[in-house]
Each structure stands twice: as C-alpha cells, then as structure tokens.
C-alpha cells in the first residue's frame, strides 16, 4: 500500500518558490504534501524537513551508491534555474513559510470537509444534491471549493477545475438561481429546493460492450465487473444514450425525471 519517497527539504523549498512565482493560492504554497492518498497505493515523502546534505552524508556512510539525475542541473528546467538562484538558499526563511501556509491549509480542509457534510448528499446512482441554504452564508472561497468538489466527484475529472470557472458558476448561481449551468462534465441543476449535480450526457463516455468477467472502472465513475457469461452484446451506457425513452415505470419521487437520462444502464438487442 505504502510507497515512500527522498524528497527532500530543498525540494520543497523549490516548490514552494516555483508555484509563489505563479502565483498560486495557499494549497500550492503549502507545497509538497507528505501524505497523498491515490488509487491503490498511499504516497508518502517523511523526508521533507531533511536536508539534501544530511540525505547524502548518511548515503555516504553507508556505502550505498545512488544515482544522479543529470537533468537537475539543465538551465532547461525551472527548478534547476532556481538552484543557480540567490533566493533558494534562504531555505529557512522558506521553510517558515511553507509551515505557515500548511497551517492554512490544514484548517481550510477542515471548515471545507465540515461544509461538505453539511451541505452536500451524494447518490450511489452518480449524482449529488446541494443544500443551498447551508452554503448561502458561507464564505466565498469556501463555496467556491465545495462546488469545485462536487463537480470533481460528478464529472469524474482527473484535474481541478479553474478557480475563475468556479467563482463564475458560485456568482451567476447567485444571481440567477432558478437557471441551470454546467461546469466540469456537470450540469448544476435547481430542483426542489435542491441543487441537483448530474453527469453532462453530452460529455459523458459513450456506451461499452460488457466482456464476460471482465472489470472496468467506466466513465471515471462506476466500478463495474460483468458476469462470467455475459451475453455477447451487452452494453453498458447511460440510459439516455441506450436508444430508449429514458423514463423509468417509477413515478414514486424517489428520483427526478431529468435525471433517468444519467443514470447507468445495461442493455443488448432485445432492449433494457
């Protein structure tokens, strides 16, 4: 589970500058994170406040030989022009500031994560419903990362969205909440009160035959692992994509109509 990495604390203090010269917001300048949770493995870097001379002077002592990128010291490379740079070498100065800025962001993430569970269900079928009245006197910044989130969990993206993007979405809801909008593969939909987060059918993965016992992580979002003797034209897709008018026999409530178009659906000649 566990992959441990030597970067080092001159690695973070040349991240730290790289992304200040890009201006970016508190979670860059916090820098390296120490702890990265990804799909299958955990990334942990416990060397970060290490200096790169300490690395090597044990590496040395130990007799272990390590290799040497040669690409670290191509004026190319951003991050090997700022080892030529005089302001890298204010590590402590850097260091300070990268501290100051993980505090920050530690408690970001959690007045974001108590947010969330405030305000924010999501379904199993694919979808989440935002409550507004819990975000509406929520700082602005902190809405902004809500959305963003949600869009990501919805649209299935591999990168974060655009701060600007997300602060239009946060403004023009504002202004006209009655109007859906999309954002990131979703649609942000006003429904009861509710502000529904549905897939964009229009950028959704199309429709995929089922192979028998086979497994498939399909449209970023549902895990899906298909029977041993699978029929040999099984499809799996979107309802609104199976070529079928996609209203479902329920009329109990339980889900809006506007979103049986999203919700996954298995299908082979004969139809559903």
């Not at 702890?35 to 090597?56: D, F, I, Y």
């Not at 569970?117 to 975000?135: E, M």
Request: glycine letters at 8%; a positive charge; proline letters at 6%.
């Amino acid at each position: 589970l566990h992959l441990l990495t030597g970067h080092h604390r001159e690695d973070q203090a040349e991240t730290y500058l790289m992304r200040k010269r890009a201006d970016s917001g508190i979670d860059g300048l916090a820098g390296i994170s120490a702890l990265r949770e990804m799909a299958g493995v955990r990334m942990v870097r416990p060397l970060l406040a290490v200096p790169k001379a300490r690395l090597a002077a044990l590496l040395d002592v130990e007799r272990q030989p390590f290799l040497s990128d040669p690409s670290n010291r191509n004026p190319v490379f951003e991050r090997a022009r700022l080892r030529l740079d005089t302001a890298v070498r204010d590590i402590e100065r850097s260091t300070a500031e990268l501290r100051d800025y993980g505090r920050q962001r530690i408690a970001r993430e959690r007045e974001i994560d108590r947010l969330l569970a405030r305000a924010v269900t999501v379904h199993p079928a694919g979808f989440a419903a935002i409550d507004p009245s819990a975000i509406k006197h929520a700082e602005a910044e902190l809405v902004d990362r809500l959305l963003s989130r949600a869009a990501l969990c919805i649209g299935g993206a591999a990168y974060p969205l655009r701060r600007e993007r997300v602060s239009r979405l946060r403004v023009g809801m504002r202004e006209c909440p009655e109007r859906a909008r999309t954002l990131g593969g979703c649609r942000f939909v006003p429904w009861r009160g509710r502000l529904l987060v549905i897939r964009e059918l229009s950028r959704a993965t199309p429709p995929v035959r089922l192979v028998g016992a086979g497994e498939l992580l399909w449209d970023r979002r549902f895990g899906v692992t298909a029977p041993q003797h699978a029929a040999s034209k099984l499809m799996l897709g979107y309802l609104g994509q199976s070529g079928t008018r996609p209203v479902l026999d329920r009329d109990d409530g339980a889900l809006p109509h506007l979103l049986h178009p999203v919700l996954p659906a298995v299908w082979d000649e004969t139809g559903l």
